[in-house]
Each structure stands twice: as C-alpha cells, then as structure tokens.
C-alpha cells in the first residue's frame, strides 16, 4: 500500500479577512476532494488571511498512480478559475506495510 502527500502552499491576493479565506478555500477543497476523490484540508496558516496551506493524501496500491493522481490535483489546481498564486507543493509517496 503507498500513501501518496501533497502539500501545497498558496498566496491569496484578494483577501482581505479571513472570511474571505474560507470563502475561497472552500470550493477548492469541495472540488478537489469530489473530482479527484482524495482527503483535503487546511493544514497551516489558519491565521494568516493571505496565505494558506492545503494538505491533500491518497491510497493507492500503486505508487504511479498516487503520484499521477496528486500530479493532476496540483495541474486542476494551477489552471483553475480560483482566485489564488501557488507559492509551492511537494508531494510525496509513502510506502507503507
């Protein structure tokens, strides 16, 4: 079994609160967690209104697979309509039993 991280950190120009924060990280989050049927949320800079950090995991039985998976979450992401600046994203394979 592989478990495939991804961990991707974002500017969010426009915000000017924190309501405004959720407000944009909330239909990435639903997006992403229906189309690609991975775990999602925020997993750093909650206090921070201009900056967020998503944490995304798969399981896989095939490390190709997580990694593809996590590769095309990252490009739906990048060329998406939202209203955000990817700072950076690592993703990582873990292999597991």
């Given amino acids: 079994m ?37 775990s999602v949320a925020e997993v750093n800079d909650q206090d921070l209104w201009q900056i ?5 995991g ?3 039985n095939d490390k ?4 593809e998976v996590l590769s095309k979450v990252v490009e739906f992401i ?3 309509r939202f209203e955000v600046e990817i700072l950076d994203y690592e993703i990582e394979i873990l292999s597991v039993f």
Avoid: W, Y
């Fill in 2 to 38: 592989h478990v495939g991280v991804c961990k991707i950190r974002f500017r969010l120009p426009e915000n000017l609160s924190l309501k405004d924060k959720r407000g944009v990280l909330q239909p990435i989050i639903s997006r992403v967690g229906n189309k690609f049927n991975v």
């Fill in 52 to 56: 967020a950090t998503l944490g995304i």
């Fill in 64 to 67: 190709r697979h997580a990694n």
């Fill in 78 to 80: 990048t060329s998406g």
């Fill in 58 to 60: 798969c399981v896989s």
